[in-house]
């Protein structure tokens, strides 16, 4: 109020000195100028103390009606989550085929014949490879000669002993010498059938390896044949995991090279722990419909340990520690019509995939602090975006 009595003065005796003496245009433009400059100063400033006062006339605390404007946090919310949370590891393995056979030749001979190719189909039974058994037949042939005689002569002594002719030593000598060759030649036709190398089951012939006129025996395998129709696949499973996988445990088999995966049970769990490492063996088996997974192909058993139905659940992002190692998150309360920040303490399970599951500390109906919960404290206030 002092600069604005000042200004006054100041255009009285401008006015006065007026009369006094005639001044130049410039001189009365820039006096002009001054007076103009200094009422906007004085108006500023006058200006910044009302608004001082303002300000503290509003927060006064004898002032029931006053106005407190205070800074709100602007924050995004979530609600909690219920469905059902899992949670898996993996490990890594190769395909191998349930049946999967070397074939050996029981006994040595040359390769008479090859019946089949590699790569045919072949079933149960079916002879694959013929060993020469020329000698072994030639004696074959001798026996069913004895046997024909040796029956016709059982059967005389037969007819005749029933007629209470003859001896009895004659028809028990005959009978037993029928019944000697007949047993004999079972026998060698069993030994024949050992130089016909059959498939084991039904499926396909992956190698051959002698040639018609080459030599097989028992040291070096003659074929392969396996069946791409059921595959299996093992792992090795940290000790930490012994009591969560168990026999018939949900398993997702995945296959990077073909960018696909088959839904799968553990078939087996090993009971033997490997010191070495720490692990036990799973192994899973499934159909392998077309024969499309190939022996030693490269799978991840992504094996599920954990699962908990209408589970809690929310992002780790939004989960923090305090110094304590006690983890929080946090949530808003509404008071007069003001949303205020709440800290809330919490138990947590296993996480996975970037969410985890809640045990205690908060309920369904919880509506937490997303986007900006790094930002904000206990007690701050905050605005929905």
């Not at 106005?67 to 395909?95: R, Y």
């Not at 046997?147 to 007629?163: C, G, Y």
């Not at 129709?229 to 090795?236: A, I, K, Q, S």
């Amino acid at each position: 109020m002092k600069k604005f009595g000042i200004i006054a003065v100041g255009i009285s005796v401008l006015i006065g000195s007026c009369g006094e003496q005639q001044k130049s245009l410039q001189d009365l433009i820039g006096e002009r100028k001054e007076l103009e400059l200094a009422h906007k100063t004085a108006l500023k400033e006058y200006n910044q103390e009302l608004s001082t006062l303002d300000s503290l006339i509003n927060v006064h605390p004898q002032n029931k009606e006053a106005v407190v404007e205070v800074k709100k946090i602007p924050v995004t919310v979530k609600k909690v989550e219920v469905k059902t949370f899992e949670h898996f590891f993996e490990v890594h393995g190769n395909v191998e085929v349930v049946e999967n056979a070397a074939l050996f030749a029981e006994a040595p001979g040359m390769v008479k014949k090859i019946h089949i190719a590699e790569g045919d189909g072949v079933r149960k039974g079916q002879i694959l490879i013929s060993l020469d058994a020329a000698q072994l037949e030639s004696g074959i042939k001798e026996l069913e000669k004895g046997l024909e005689l040796a029956v016709k002569v059982f059967e005389k002594q037969k007819t005749l002993w029933d007629q209470k002719i003859g001896s009895e030593l004659q028809f028990l000598e005959s009978k037993n010498n029928k019944e000697a060759l007949e047993q004999k030649l079972i026998t060698l036709n069993e030994q024949l059938d050992m130089y016909n190398i059959r498939a084991p089951f039904d499926g396909m012939v992956d190698q051959i390896n002698p040639k018609v006129g080459e030599p097989a025996g028992g040291q070096f395998p003659v074929a392969r044949i396996m069946n791409l129709n059921r595959v299996f696949l093992e792992g090795d499973v940290s000790e930490a995991y012994v009591s969560s996988v168990k026999k018939n445990s949900y398993v997702e088999v995945k296959f990077p090279s073909l960018g696909e995966s088959v839904k799968a049970r553990v078939t087996r769990v090993g009971n033997y722990i490997n010191p070495a490492n720490r692990t036990f063996k799973v192994k899973v088996e499934f159909n392998n419909p077309n024969g499309k997974y190939k022996p030693n192909q490269l799978a991840v058993l992504k094996i599920r340990d954990y699962k908990s139905d209408n589970a809690l659940v929310i992002p780790s992002r939004i989960i923090q520690q305090d110094r304590s190692g006690k983890d929080y998150v946090y949530t808003y309360a509404t008071e007069d019509d003001l949303r205020k920040v709440k800290k809330l303490e919490l138990q947590l399970g296993n996480t996975y995939e970037n969410y985890v599951e809640v045990i205690a500390g908060l309920d369904s109906t919880t509506i937490l602090i997303d986007k900006g919960s790094k930002s904000v404290q206990e007690g701050d206030l905050v605005q929905l975006k």
